[in-house]
T-cell receptor, first 113, second 110 residues
Framework: GAGVSQTPSNKVTEKGKYVELRCDPI?????LYWYRQSLGQGPEFLIY????????DSGLPNDRFFAVRPEGSVSTLKIQRTERGDSAVYLC???????????FGPGTRLTVL | GIQVEQSPPDLILQEGANSTLRCNFS?????LQWFHQNPWGQLINLFY???GTKQNGRLSATTVATERYSLLYISSSQTTDSGVYFC????????????FGTGTSLTVIP
């Protein structure tokens, strides 16, 4: 597709469950970012990939959060033992090798009951 | 990290009015972007503007990196301009992540 896509668009889960959120970056973009946005706030950085490796994971809140990008394209954000405080919109962005201008996907709204 | 402050936090305009949104940041930056978040939550790129001035239709932006601020101008506002405007900066010494402000919520009334 032409833009960044994210699936699912909405995810409702119960406290303690495991969830996976998927991001498909713009074709050819080498950099991929995950952010989390809570109500009334700006997005907050979670993790950055350059190619397959996580170049900066300093924004992950704790070890329940993990992300992979095995082939340097699609990325999956994984959250174990979800808590109600994890409820937020999870945003993915990508940028090209030549520019750090970020383009965002529509987000996944995660609700933990 | 870098502190990003946006003002005003909320703005209500009559259709056709002009406005200026401000973004101040606490450290030197390599890059700066302005986004419009529409009511469906999609972040739409407005400007990628680490320095200088750019214009796109009714919108223009100016970044003065040495003084650590950027301005977004909206002229002849329309109801479709409503939403939240975010400024995001990439620090010169903080890696590749962008730091976002808390946004300016704009409502344009007919």
């Amino acid at each position: 597709g032409a833009g960044v896509s994210q699936t699912p668009s909405n995810k409702v889960t119960e406290k303690g469950k495991y969830v996976e959120l998927r991001c498909d970056p713009i074709s050819g973009h080498t950099a991929l970012y995950w952010y989390r946005q809570s109500l009334g706030q700006g997005p907050e950085f979670l993790i950055y990939f350059q190619g397959t490796g996580a170049a900066d994971d300093s924004g992950l809140p704790n070890d329940r959060f993990f992300a992979v990008r095995p082939e340097g394209s699609v990325s999956t954000l994984k959250i174990q033992r979800t808590e109600r405080g994890d409820s937020a919109v999870y945003l993915c962005a990508s940028s090209s090798r030549t520019s750090n201008e970020q383009f965002f996907g529509p987000g996944t709204r995660l609700t933990v009951l | 990290g870098i502190q990003v402050e946006q003002s005003p936090p909320d703005l209500i305009l009559q259709e056709g009015a002009n406005s200026t949104l401000r973004c101040n940041f606490s450290d030197s930056v390599n890059n700066l972007q302005w986004f419009h978040q529409n009511p469906w939550g999609q972040l739409i790129n407005l400007f990628y503007i680490p320095s200088g001035t750019k214009q796109n239709g009714r919108l223009s932006a100016t970044t003065v990196a040495t003084e650590r601020y950027s301005l977004l101008y909206i002229s002849s506002s329309q109801t479709t301009d409503s939403g939240v405007y975010f400024c995001a900066v990439e620090g010169s010494n903080t890696g590749n992540q962008f730091y976002f402000g808390t946004g300016t919520s704009l409502t344009v009334i007919p």
